[in-house]
């Protein structure tokens, strides 16, 4: 009996105990909400505990995947593409030709003000055309119906794409921020991810033609193998499966429903494990492992740095568009408010480095169990400060300690974070 | 006529919010410039330190105006900030004995720092929420303005007015005197002298016989007061949020990169570079427009660069400029 099976024994016991004492439904549903961010630490994990990159980001690279399904899942808005859809399409297509040619400028002209003053006239110019064509399109697809659309919608294809497309987007903004800030401080890194991620938010809360911004893109459909529960109440089979149970249609569809979710997170975590656990065996991975433990030695090796820190930064962030995408299908729903750095970006701080950074095993325990600590400290945080309290008298301390309990949260996952460091650095399963 | 009318205009939305936005903006980056130059760390509960100190100042002011005591015209939070300031730098100086001196004693990875500052970030946000909450707070008292628009227009004759609110002059009065002070300090006394030395060379600093305690118990002090100043002239100004304090963490760090970290004067630079930029970017320039150019040419949009909601695009617009031209700022940090 190792200690890495008697770890995940405990978690496995903690999902049981709430399934026993509260219901098998809340487990599950914690289960299902936790496996997808347990994929995002295992993103942040190859990043930190590989290459000891640090992202901050992590709620935009999540963001993104978001967006991915979106883009790939929802019904097309045939109004909206006919008032402006190539118009916007231009209009970033002309943004993105004017960057790239103002760095095709900058890289190929001779030093000096012309090559300022070309570069400079591009990008003005540039800016220029991007809004007087992008601008009025906007306006046209926004303007069509905007109570329920006012957006250009998606392809309408299976949200499975959805996840893969997800990596997708994630990577190309890494690469993109990683090309700027790598190579240079570590924390400069982490700002410039910080800042991204603040953006990429902004963009899905205002980009109505997008994602039509706080007024949320609902119902998208469920990804291909996962039923409606609705849909399978009312088949035969399924109710006397339910029967054979002893539980009411109602609630076993409701379960279903969400082990379907759980295989699928599921087998998509062992995929990526045992990819990683390959990669991290390979050459390739202790190359990493050298480069993070000593980077000047890795370059007098003849190692480039900066390239593999770019690559295993897109990597370790197209897992967590992923993650982010299989979230997202999963609510049905894109809601950018619900986006915040706390609880997307700290949150899987916190469980990669409890867990054991460096170690994917450690990653997925440390995903796990702050998981379930986090959601279940959601709906047992509040009876638990009434009970705390309940010796004071009614009045308006008492209400507004019992009302404070979720920020309790975010003190506990402080605490947790800086014991961790402090005591166990390497954490519950630390690196071999 | 037109012209001066549009230089009012200007003055009015442009130059004075950004003059007032700039001056907090430096207050929280030499804050986190001169963790930076001492502890060599980026100190991202920064902006969290800067929220507690001001939730402590609305909580002594509250009290003060409980009990009738008010500063007249200027604001009450301004009798109430050297005690927030003293609640924070104790807060602050226990955090250093109970978390960060045992990383400082092993020598550990800037990194490692980063990441406990991360925790104690947590820590202080999730400490605020409980005791204030999320709302936001207004706690600004005291005559409104200095010059109202109205009094402007009425004794100029001109048809755009001139606001300055009286937190607006505030801010910059406290700051030059804050940062006029530092510079003594760090220039004059002695104290101040050897923290300057240990940030340039920690070994030589520790062989001429420079107390390493007393130098990091020093900055976290002066640390405290800074985030507390910016955190209060900004509550005074705009509203206190916790949440918005966090994300002031981006400017922040953004200035404090753009001026070199490390460097207090391309701190202050840094903050007024982002805060006009920010302004700037975001203003609708229809208004100016209007009165500079002929009628004939007059805008039909708002010549609106970006929208406010993106203003933290500029922050991180000029941020990546820096990064990838300059990495070491405007007036040379330290890059490594």
């Known amino acids: ?432 | 006529m037109d012209l001066l009318n549009a230089l009012v205009a200007f003055l009015n939305f442009v130059f004075v919010p950004a003059v007032a936005y700039g001056a907090q903006l430096a207050l929280g980056a030499l804050g986190a410039t001169l963790i930076y130059g001492v502890l060599r760390f980026s100190n991202f509960a920064h902006g969290d330190t800067m929220a507690f100190g001001t939730m402590v100042t609305i909580l002594f002011t509250w009290w003060f105006q409980s009990m009738s005591i008010t500063a007249g015209l200027l604001p009450t939070a301004l009798i109430a900030l050297p005690f927030g300031i003293l609640c924070t730098a104790l807060f602050v100086l226990g955090t250093d004995r109970v978390v960060y001196r045992f990383y400082r004693k092993q020598k550990a990875n800037p990194a490692i720092l980063v990441i406990v500052s991360l925790g104690v970030m947590l820590v202080m946000n999730g400490v605020v929420r409980l005791i204030i909450g999320v709302e936001e707070q207004n706690f600004a008292d005291g005559g409104r303005f200095l010059i109202s628009a109205g009094d402007f227009k009425a004794a100029t004759g001109l048809a755009e007015g001139l606001a300055i609110k009286s937190t607006q002059a505030i801010t910059l009065v406290v700051a030059v005197i804050c940062v006029a002070w530092l510079f003594w300090f760090l220039n004059r006394t002695r104290t101040g002298k050897s923290m300057r030395a240990f940030s340039d060379n920690e070994d030589l600093a520790l062989l001429s016989g420079i107390n390493p305690d007393r130098v990091v118990a020093v900055t976290w002090i002066i640390t405290a007061a800074l985030a507390t100043i910016a955190g209060v002239l900004y509550g005074l100004d705009k509203s206190f949020r916790p949440f918005v304090y966090f994300q002031l963490l981006l400017p922040i760090f953004a200035a404090a990169i753009v001026g070199g970290l490390g460097n207090p004067l391309g701190a202050i630079a840094g903050g007024f570079i982002i805060a006009f930029s920010e302004v700037m970017v975001t203003y609708a320039w229809k208004k100016v427009a209007t009165y500079v150019l002929p009628d004939s040419m007059a805008p039909d949009s708002l010549l609106q660069l970006m929208s406010t909601d993106y203003k933290f695009a500029v922050s991180f617009g000029i941020l990546i400029i820096v990064l990838l031209f300059m990495p070491t700022g405007i007036f040379k940090g330290k890059s490594t």
């Open chain 1, 1 to 432: 009996m190792n200690r890495t099976f008697l770890l995940f024994l405990g978690v496995a016991a903690l999902y049981a105990l709430t399934g026993f004492f509260q219901s098998w439904n809340l487990a599950l549903s914690i289960l299902t909400a936790v496996l997808p961010s347990t994929i995002i630490a295992l993103g942040l994990n190859i990043q930190w505990g590989y290459a000891g990159l640090f992202n901050t980001g992590l709620m935009g690279f999540s963001a993104l995947g978001g967006l991915a399904v979106v883009l790939v899942a929802a019904k097309p808005v045939a109004e909206g593409w006919d008032a402006g859809g190539p118009g916007i399409l231009l209009g970033l297509f002309l943004g993105a030709a004017s960057i790239a040619a103002a760095i095709f400028g900058w890289n190929h002209m001779e030093k000096g003000r012309a090559r300022a003053l070309t570069v400079a006239a591009i990008l003005i110019g540039g800016f220029v055309l991007f809004r007087w064509v992008f601008d009025p399109a906007v306006m046209a697809v926004e303007a069509f119906n905007p109570a329920t659309a006012g957006n250009l919608g998606g392809l309408g294809i299976n949200p499975l794409l959805a996840w893969p497309v997800g990596g997708v987007l994630a990577a190309l903004a890494a690469w993109g921020i990683g090309k700027v800030a790598l190579g240079l401080r570590s924390d400069y890194l982490a700002i410039a991810t910080l800042g991204i991620a603040e953006i990429i938010v902004a963009v899905l809360k205002n980009e109505d033609w997008l994602t039509r911004g706080v007024k949320n893109v609902i119902s998208l459909p469920r990804p291909w193998p996962v039923p409606l529960e609705v849909n399978i109440q009312t088949q035969e089979w399924f109710i006397n499966l339910a029967a054979a149970f002893g539980a009411n249609p109602v609630t076993a569809s409701s379960i279903f429903v969400k082990l379907v979710y759980c295989t699928m997170f599921g087998t998509v975590l062992v995929l990526l494990i045992w990819m990683l656990e390959r990669a991290l065996k390979s050459p390739w991975g202790r190359m990493m492992r050298a480069i993070r433990d000593n980077e000047v030695s890795a370059e007098a090796m003849g190692k480039d740095v900066t390239r593999r820190h770019l690559q295993v930064f897109i990597l370790g962030s197209a897992i967590v568009g992923m993650g982010g995408a299989m979230l997202t299908s999963m609510h049905g729903q894109l809601t950018p408010t619900t986006y915040n750095p706390l609880g997307w970006t700290f949150l899987i701080w916190v469980m990669v480095i409890a867990g054991g950074s460096g170690n994917n095993w450690g990653a997925v325990l440390g995903g796990l169990l702050i998981g379930w600590l986090w959601l279940i400290a959601e709906s047992l945080g509040p009876s638990l400060m009434g009970m705390v309290t309940v010796g004071m008298g009614d009045g308006p301390l008492k209400a507004h300690l019992v009302d404070a309990a979720p920020h309790m949260r975010l003190l506990t996952l402080g605490v947790i974070l800086l014991l961790v460091l402090r005591f166990s650095p390497r954490g519950l399963l630390p690196e071999k």
